[in-house]
């Protein structure tokens, strides 16, 4: 019987739950076809210098596999091309890499999914209000995309003003003090719109210190954000599943080391979340239903196969 393939799964941050449920989703699936894994994550959330050295210190240890996602745009690429010349396949998750860099992609339509959420936010306003947009790191290729996509929203919606804008990482701690800072600027705010969950609730926690209130949205579907649409202290966020996403990127990798055909790409179907629905999405991420391969391929909007 051969050996068990050995993958290297790379995270962004152990503070967005968004990446620990990516995590629990690459172990899912090793669990279920037999790998074994090590995750690789920067101590200091999305530190492109110490995703090198992790991917250099994984390099070190020859995996089978890289399942991958950067904390930057263009910044991994020489590291990558170490990966290359090392003859590691990789298979990428959330953001896109540079053409050519990965055997399989596993992704959703950030900027589709960032103006269905923009939509329901300013039609939940009677199209016209102050929003403040909080934005994920400048280098994050979902937060390019998701940007777009409230750009084009926002031309839909000419009543909109977007009242400030502010950078709070992707992480709850950042979101919460962008929020802050930009509270004292803003005599009306009628929404806060994020480009995810974990900073609509420090955006939250902001409004609540301050004593004042918004309409919240986000993107990510994490539990938290859930409690808060039952709770009625936000109004929608949108089921981008990292969890699915590094589950079905992981099982490409498998499937791939075993000599076996792989999508080139997949594209999940995303679903806006609120108190109309909310309640399917109320579980651990443990308990969270997962696809396999060959179900998101039945359901996904493109993909194609390269072999082995």
């Not at 904390?71 to 091309?81: F, G, K, N, S, Y």
């Not at 953001?95 to 300013?122: I, Q, T, Y």
């Not at 974990?198 to 938290?224: F, K, S, V, W, Y």
Request: charged content about 20%.
């Amino acid at each position: 019987m051969s050996a068990a393939l050995r993958l290297a799964v790379f995270t962004k941050n152990r503070s967005n739950p968004a990446y620990e449920a990516a995590r629990i989703g690459a172990e899912r699936a090793a669990a279920r076809l037999g790998a074994t894994l090590r995750h690789y994550v920067p101590e200091t959330p999305d530190d492109a210098d110490q995703q090198i050295a992790l991917v250099h210190a994984a390099l070190a240890e020859r995996p089978d596999a890289l399942v991958f996602t950067a904390v930057h745009q263009t910044r991994l690429e020489p590291a990558l091309d170490a990966v290359r010349a090392a003859g590691i396949p990789v298979f990428s998750f959330v953001g896109r890499l540079a053409p050519g860099r990965a055997v399989s992609h596993v992704g959703a339509d950030d900027a589709a999914l960032a103006a269905d959420v923009a939509r329901r936010l300013f039609a939940q306003l009677g199209g016209a209000g102050q929003v403040a947009i909080l934005e994920g790191p400048p280098g994050a290729v979902t937060n390019t995309d998701r940007l777009r996509g409230i750009a084009a929203a926002l031309a839909e919606f000419p009543g909109i003003a977007v009242a400030g804008r502010a950078t709070g990482l992707n992480l709850r701690g950042p979101g919460r003090a962008a929020m802050a800072a930009l509270l004292p600027r803003l005599p009306r705010l009628d929404a806060v719109l994020a480009v995810n969950d974990a900073m609509a609730l420090g955006a939250l926690e902001a409004l609540d210190e301050a004593g004042r209130r918004a309409t919240i949205a986000g993107i990510n579907a994490i539990p938290e954000a859930i409690r808060a649409i039952q709770a009625g202290r936000m109004l929608v966020t949108a089921d981008f599943n990292a969890m699915a996403l590094c589950h079905l990127a992981t099982e490409c990798a498998i499937r791939h080391g075993r000599g076996e055909a792989v999508p080139e790409e997949i594209e999940l179907p995303v679903a806006l979340v609120d108190a109309a629905n909310c309640a399917a999405w109320d579980l651990p991420y443990e308990d969270r239903p997962l696809p396999t391969l060959a179900e998101a391929l039945s359901s996904a909007a493109s993909s194609t196969p390269r072999p082995a």
